[in-house]
T-cell receptor, first 116, second 114 residues
Framework: AQSVTQPDIHITVSEGASLELRCNYS??????LFWYVQSPGQGLQLLLK??????LVQGIKGFEAEFKRSQSSFNLRKPSVHWSDAAEYFC??????????????FGQGTILTVHP | DTEVTQTPKHLVMGMTNKKSLKCEQH?????MYWYKQKAKKPPELMFV???????INESVPSRFSPECPNSSLLNLHLHALQPEDSALYLC?????????????FGPGTRLTVT
């Protein structure tokens, strides 16, 4: 069964510092992978996605993520964090077939706190 | 425009009430979704509509009744809810239901059942 693990429940960084949020997935074929961000009480906003091709994908707000098949990982990075990046981040895998066709499986989320 | 709208933003209802949540998108997407999200948890899929037909029901209690009147509109009818149904209800849409189509989410309806 497909699953997504975000090992870090809560991460705190200083403004201007670099950021890496970890995501590991379990999936039988080439996965469709996504990162979403959610501010408190709001909906989810898509940051970036990976379907195939170049393993380093660029997203909005200066975020990027790297797909590493050998490590079953899709970690999210940003070189310099801004206070407005404080939010909850979800990694997700999209189901390509079977009875779960169209379903997203989410990780448990990582809450990012940014110190001034 | 990648906007999904949801109304109302907040809803308080008693356990004997009947209410409805509404979701709308004008991106020409053919798949629409309802999710339930409890505090500090990821969204949980409830229903998927593909080309206006219900394709996935994640064993949701019958007190939740989805409806897709047309390709742009998705409703969730609520009846005889329980306090544990209080949550943020999110609607999403995508071009199709292939795992490769990204889902766009609305801002959600914060539901409180008293």
């Amino acid at each position: 069964a497909q699953s997504v693990t975000q090992p870090d429940i809560h991460i705190t960084v200083s403004e201007g510092a670099s950021l890496e949020l970890r995501c590991n997935y379990s999936y039988g074929a080439t996965p469709y992978l996504f990162w979403y961000v959610q501010s408190p009480g709001q909906g989810l906003q898509l940051l970036l996605k990976y379907f195939s091709g170049d393993t380093l994908v660029q997203g909005i707000k200066g975020f990027e993520a790297e797909f590493k098949r050998s490590q079953s990982s899709f970690n999210l990075r940003k070189p310099s964090v801004h206070w407005s990046d404080a939010a909850e981040y979800f990694c997700a895998v999209g189901h390509a077939g079977g009875t779960s066709y169209g379903k997203l499986t989410f990780g448990q989320g990582t809450i990012l706190t940014v110190h001034p | 425009d990648t906007e999904v709208t949801q109304t109302p933003k907040h809803l308080v209802m008693g356990m004997t009430n009947k209410k409805s949540l509404k979701c709308e998108q004008h991106m020409g997407h053919r798949a629409m979704y309802w999710y339930k999200q409890k505090a500090k948890k990821p969204p949980e899929l409830m229903f998927v509509y593909s080309y206006e037909k219900l394709s996935i029901n994640e064993s949701v209690p019958s007190r939740f009744s989805p409806e897709c009147p047309n390709s742009s509109l998705l409703n969730l009818h609520l009846h005889a809810l329980q306090p544990e149904d209080s949550a943020l209800y999110l609607c999403a849409s995508s071009q199709g239901t292939s795992g490769g189509f990204e889902q766009y989410f609305g801002p959600g309806t914060r539901l409180t059942v008293t």
